[in-house]
């Protein structure tokens, strides 16, 4: 299998589909709320991935009123509300022995602790609400960085650049000469993609999502330099320090 080395100063990780798979939990939540709202599982599923629970809601929702008829204000609460019902049911699963609901995907906690322990610098950009995204990461042993962005601290979510671009700004604070390509995007869903290319990052595509391999192969063909992966078992930290992260990639 044929490998690269990439050198980069900082690394941006998605969540959900990247780090950690909380299909399991979400699927039944999902079912739940689309069967209270009349609404096709398979058309919301469809819609999904990589995208805020905010313009889900906006488009998918029927009651008490249109997702599309409610105030932002509206839309907040519901997502709140939605998104505490998927930690519940993660929660539950657990505890009835019927899986755990949120689990780290492969090779992940080990990379995790590697890039913690050489004082990295690395962060979090999701498009799920804080209040889904830091108790998931918790269940799936993963404590939140203190670079973190949410989807309910951007006006527009990915596939725009503002997700990653704020991401970058908060890495700044750390590293105050940091330019976009120092930065290295890890991701799952073409959507995400776009939205590194656009903020100027490096790309690095895992096929651990619900999306298909080889769509995403296809979407990160798109992507300038964007090296692919099975999952993170295929990256190793030949070396880390506050200033800079070189990796060994095993690419697809």
Known sequence: MPSVELTVKAILFDSDGTLIDSTPAVKRTIARWCAVQG????????????????DLL???????????????????????ELEKSVGETARQMKAYGEGSGIVALPGVLELLATLQGGG?????????????????????????????????????????????????????????????LDVLVVEDAPAGFESAYSAGARLLAVCTGPVEAAEVRNAASKVNGAVVVKDLTAVSVIRCSSESITLRVFVV
Do not use: C
């Open 39 to 54: 609404v096709d599982p398979r058309e919301f599923a469809a819609a999904q991935h990589g995208t805020r629970a905010k």
């Open 58 to 80: 906006r488009r998918f929702a029927t009651t008490p009123k249109k997702g599309s008829e409610m105030s932002e204000e509206e839309l907040d609460a519901a997502v709140e």
């Open 120 to 180: 990295a610098q690395w962060g979090i950009v999701t498009s799920a609400t804080r209040i889904h995204a830091v108790p998931a990461l918790e269940l799936a042993g993963i404590l939140a960085p203190p670079v973190m962005v949410t989807g309910e601290q951007v006006s527009t979510g990915k596939p725009s650049p503002e997700p990653y671009l704020i991401g970058i700004d908060r890495l700044r604070d750390l590293q105050p000469d940091l330019m976009p």
